[in-house]
């Protein structure tokens, strides 16, 4: 059994949260460098946050895309993939949604909310 990471950990606590309406914020998949929390429909997530392990900018984040409520996340390290690597590097935290835009961090509800629009 691998160890977790700082974020891998985070992750999959935010990953056990429920918003106060009792509804599930998500689903728990496996933590690795490849896959994270997901929240996804039959269409696939609306939402991908790219991120790197032991990083609290992307716990930052994540905690902000709780707080907001944001479903069909998919979460995305990047560390170990080259090209990941090269178009986000220092960027992230970088949220992405099913249209190509991009949000990078820093980022709060508010401003979350008016790029989902």
Known sequence: MPILNTS???TAMIAKLRVSDGAPFYAVAGASHDCGATFS???GPVF?????DDCHL???????LAQARVG?????FID??????ARYGLRVPVLRDAQGRELDWPFDVAALR???G
């Open 80 to 85: 170990d993939d080259a090209a990941l690597e």
């Open 48 to 52: 991908t946050l790219y991120q790197r």
């Open 58 to 64: 992307c716990d930052q984040a994540l905690a902000v």
């Open 41 to 43: 429909k039959a269409g």
């Open 8 to 10: 891998n950990v985070l």
């Open 114 to 116: 008016a790029w989902m």
């Open 72 to 76: 069909d996340l998919d979460s995305v």
